[in-house]
């Protein structure tokens, strides 16, 4: 046994270590305490990349519903309004009592499917709604084709064909059943821009208008860390149906 211990203890010497059991145990530590502090730091760095990552992909998520949403609601916007065209459409209030239908134009019931395709986001982010006349596909996107002036602007132009509806506004309209808000009568200017009833679908093909639809949404970041507000802008165009055409 005697013989064995000194091999032992001759083996340890060779190779550089240390027979002693306490200083083995020091040595332990010591390498211990070093991967923890290395783990610190590297936690310290890695940490606050991570949180970004996260609440990016927050923000981006519901950045990215509002932007669905608000299309959404421009395209059943839209084609009501191709449907419609400049024919008032009777807005059924009650299905047994016919005196109460009333007529409504295409403007209303744009609005009103915007309204109802926005539910998810608060009235008071959608800033504008413009209904504009543009033209075939060849000239530019939707979101091109809308003119700067009722984009930028808060009156409805009759030079440019458009009609500019604060959201909030015409949402409230749409609420009390304020029809004549979306018609040209005396005082307001919000519907005489491109009068419902002037928008041509037909008789003749080449006759038919083509009736744009733009919305814009504000869009505010929960985080902060990318920024306070986006603004969001939906477009798109469709042909009006066509009424009684002629070959």
């Given at each position: ?5 000194v ?15 306490t200083?083995?145990?020091g ?11 290395v783990?610190?730091?590297e936690g ?7 949180l ?6 927050f923000?981006?998520g519901?950045?990215?519903r ?21 024919d008032?459409?009777?807005?059924v ?32 982010l959608?800033?504008k709604?413009?209904v ?6 060849g000239r ?7 003119p ?11 030079f440019w064909k458009c009609n500019?509806?604060?959201?909030q ?8 059943g ?29 006759q038919?208008?083509y ?12 985080t ?24």
């Amino acid at each position: 046994m005697w013989k064995i211990g000194v091999h032992n203890r001759i083996r340890a010497r060779n190779r550089g270590g240390s027979t002693d059991p306490t200083r083995q145990h020091g040595a332990k530590s010591e390498r211990g305490r070093g991967d923890r502090g290395v783990a610190a730091i590297e936690g310290a760095f890695v940490l606050p990349v991570l949180l970004v990552f996260i609440f990016g992909l927050f923000d981006g998520g519901l950045l990215f519903r509002s932007y669905l949403t608000a299309g959404d609601a421009v395209g059943d916007a839209t084609r009501i309004g191709a449907i419609v065209g400049p024919d008032p459409y009777v807005l059924v209030n009650d299905p047994g009592n016919p005196a109460d239908d009333v007529n409504v134009t295409g403007d209303y019931m744009i609005v009103k499917a915007i309204r109802e395709g926005t539910a998810s986001i608060d009235p008071q982010l959608i800033e504008k709604i413009v209904v504009f006349k543009a033209g075939p596909p060849g000239r530019g996107t939707p979101l091109r084709q809308v003119p700067n002036s009722c984009r930028n602007g808060w009156s409805s132009s009759s030079f440019w064909k458009c009609n500019v509806y604060p959201g909030q506004q015409a949402f409230q309209a749409v609420q009390t059943g304020n029809i004549a808000y979306f018609r040209c009568d005396v005082g307001n200017e919000r519907a005489c821009g491109w009068r419902p009833q002037d928008r041509n679908d037909g008789p003749q093909l080449s006759q038919i208008d083509y009736l744009g639809v733009y919305l814009r949404v504000r869009h505010n970041l929960l985080t902060g860390l990318f920024g306070e507000v986006r603004t969001l802008e939906r477009a798109m165009i469709l042909r009006l149906e066509p009424g009684e055409v002629q070959s």
